[in-house]
C-alpha cells in the first residue's frame, strides 16, 4: 500500500509566480490536512479537507492559498503570486477518519523556495 | 486548547532508554495525548498515543500520570534512526484530529 505522495518534491518559483503543491492520500483515505514549515520554525495546521469540502481553514493565510479535493483527483494547494515568505515545507497528511485516534499519515513535502 | 511543555532536547546513547517527558498541567478529561517525530528533512510519523492506561507498541510505551497532568514516551533501546523531534499533542475528543505541532524535543543518539 502506497504510502502518502506529494510531487513535486521540490519546486523553484520566482516571485509573482503560481505555485501548485499536488497531494495524493493513502488508498483508502479521504481525509486530508495541510502543514506548512517555515525555516527554523515549527510545523503549522493550515487546511482540513475531505472530499469536496474543506472543513477547517483556519490556519490558512487570507490571500493567495487556496486548496481543494476533488472527488477524483489528488488534493492541490494552490499558492498565487508566491513571495520569499512563502519559501517553506510544505507536507500534506491523510487519515482515513478524521477522528481523534486516527492516525495521520503525513507525505515526504514539498519544498518550496521562492526566488 | 491545552498546551505542552517539552524540554529542548535529550541526549542518549546508542541502546539505551531514552525517556522524553510532557507536561499538559492543562489537559481536559477528553483530551488525547499524540506523539509524533519528525526525522530530518523528513515528514511527521506517528509513534503512539492513549488517553488514561499505559500503552506500547512496536515502536514506544508512553507512560500517563494518574492525574493525567504529565506522560513519558519511551523508546527502549535507542537507534541512531530514532534521532529526530519529538512532539508531544494534545487532541480533543471532540475534535477531528487537527494537530498542533510545538517545538517538540530534539533527540540527539551518541554511538
Known amino acids: 500500500n502506497a504510502g502518502v505522495m506529494q510531487n513535486p518534491r521540490h519546486l523553484v518559483r520566482r516571485r509573482g509566480q503560481e505555485a501548485r503543491l499536488r497531494c495524493s492520500p493513502m488508498?483508502?483515505?479521504?481525509?486530508v490536512y495541510w502543514y506548512r514549515q517555515l525555516p527554523e520554525e515549527g510545523l503549522k495546521f493550515m487546511v482540513y479537507l475531505q472530499k469536496e469540502n474543506i472543513i477547517d481553514e483556519s490556519g490558512m493565510p487570507k490571500e493567495r492559498f487556496s486548496a481543494e479535493f476533488p472527488k477524483e483527483g489528488p488534493s492541490i494547494l494552490r499558492i498565487q503570486q508566491v513571495v520569499r515568505g512563502d519559501s517553506a515545507a510544505y507536507f500534506c497528511?491523510?487519515?482515513?477518519?478524521?477522528?481523534?485516534?486516527?492516525?495521520?499519515?503525513f507525505g515526504p513535502g514539498t519544498r518550496l523556495t521562492v526566488l | 486548547d491545552a498546551k505542552t511543555t517539552q524540554p529542548n532536547s535529550m541526549e542518549s546513547n546508542e541502546e539505551e532508554p531514552v525517556h522524553l517527558p510532557c507536561n499538559h498541567s492543562t489537559i481536559s478529561g477528553t483530551d488525547y495525548i499524540h506523539w509524533y517525530r519528525q526525522l530530518p528533512s523528513q515528514g511527521p510519523e506517528y509513534v503512539i498515543h492513549?488517553?488514561?492506561s499505559n500503552v506500547n507498541n512496536r515502536m514506544a510505551s508512553l507512560a500517563i500520570a494518574e492525574d493525567r497532568k504529565s506522560s513519558t514516551l519511551i523508546l527502549h533501546r535507542a537507534t541512531l534512526r530514532d534521532a529526530a523531534v519529538y512532539y508531544c499533542?494534545?487532541?480533543?475528543?471532540?475534535?477531528?484530529?487537527?494537530?498542533?505541532f510545538g517545538a517538540g524535543t530534539q533527540v540527539v543518539v551518541t554511538p
Open positions: 492513549g488517553l488514561t
Open positions: 499533542i494534545l487532541i480533543r475528543a471532540d475534535s477531528w484530529g487537527k494537530l498542533q
Open positions: 497528511a491523510s487519515s482515513r477518519t478524521g477522528g481523534t485516534t486516527d492516525t495521520q499519515y
Open positions: 488508498k483508502g483515505h479521504s481525509h
